[in-house]
């Protein structure tokens, strides 16, 4: 269902609204203004989503190719007054909106007016191999580690000292351009003259191709003295598996047989015979089909069509 034309953040599966729009959406009454990063090939999307929320304004920063999530976030701290708080936040995560989610904003803003760099972390529910850990004891982060295999992400979770990693953040512009320079002093400096360079938010790919692609987590998070983390209570999910989508899709009523099958892009009938808690979806042009405990691998199946130069990625 995602391709490289439409990337996951822009499917209205979700009530109607794509997760990009529910990210929009259930910010707009937190902060200012808002700043929208994207690829060049999909910011036309981020424009057709974005004018369905007509009463929402905002500005775009148009990368010429992708640089990993630090210069991306450089790009947006370059576009405000180093005094402002930036609220950092994945256009692909399910959150669900309300006090918890309201209440773990305001204490990050509490924490980021004290030049603190505030990441949020998700209670976990079960030990999960796809996503990021932060070790951390109160509001002081210990460590971060990368997605663990089973048997330790069950002892994370047995140990309590250890939150999912939601790739969000909240820091004053100018504190997070400051810890950039000190780490990571290339990635600073040609991540800015990019952006000088830019027009009308647009960067230029030359510029863009002399900044060393690094993530914000090996760039800043896990380096600066900084750094904080709010324990956060709302519910969270990355979308990054069909795992993911499947719950989700339970919660909101998507029909599901007696033995857990669900079928998703397709009203057509479908039977399922001999299998439990298996998926299978639909588009106009391929179909898969996964037992829901195998989603984290369904990214093999995309290695093989990239490598063999395959219409569908």
């Not at 951390?136 to 992400?153: H, I, L, M």
């Not at 093989?304 to 395959?310: F, M, P, V």
Request: with cysteine.
């Amino acid at each position: 269902m995602s391709r490289k034309s439409r990337p996951k953040q822009y499917i209205d599966l979700f009530g109607g609204n794509s997760l990009f729009e529910l990210s929009v959406k259930r910010n707009s009454s937190l902060c200012d203004r808002l700043n929208v990063v994207g690829s060049v090939n999909n910011h036309t999307l981020s424009e057709k989503a974005l004018a369905k929320l007509s009463a929402i304004g905002y500005s775009s920063i148009i990368e010429a190719t992708p640089r990993n999530t630090a210069p991306a976030i450089a790009f947006a701290a370059f576009s405000n007054h180093p005094g402002d708080i930036l609220l950092i936040t994945p256009a692909d995560h399910i959150i669900k909106e309300g006090a918890a989610y309201n209440a773990a904003v305001k204490q990050a803003v509490q924490l980021a007016e004290q030049d603190h760099i505030v990441t949020f972390g998700i209670q976990p529910t079960k030990p999960e191999t796809g996503y990021g850990y932060i070790e951390f004891a109160g509001d002081n982060v210990s460590s971060f580690r990368e997605k663990p295999d089973a048997e330790t992400a069950q002892t994370f979770l047995e140990k309590g000292d250890f939150l999912w990693n939601s790739g969000m953040f909240c820091f004053k512009a100018g504190v997070f351009l400051e810890e950039l320079k000190k780490y990571e002093p290339e990635v600073f400096a040609r991540s800015m003259e990019a952006w000088f360079n830019s027009e009308n938010g647009a960067l230029d790919f030359e510029d863009s191709m002399k900044i060393p692609s690094i993530s914000v987590d090996y760039a800043v998070m896990e380096r600066s003295e900084k750094i904080k983390v709010v324990k956060s209570e709302f519910e969270w999910s990355d979308m990054g598996s069909f795992e993911a989508i499947y719950e989700y899709l339970c919660e909101q009523g998507h029909p599901k047989d007696e033995n857990g099958n669900m079928v998703i892009g397709s009203d057509n009938f479908t039977a399922f015979l001999g299998l439990q808690n298996s998926i299978l979806v639909c588009t106009e042009d391929a179909n898969l089909v996964l037992s829901k405990e195998c989603s984290q691998d369904v990214k093999k199946v995309y290695q093989e069509l990239e490598t063999s130069g395959s219409y569908l990625i």
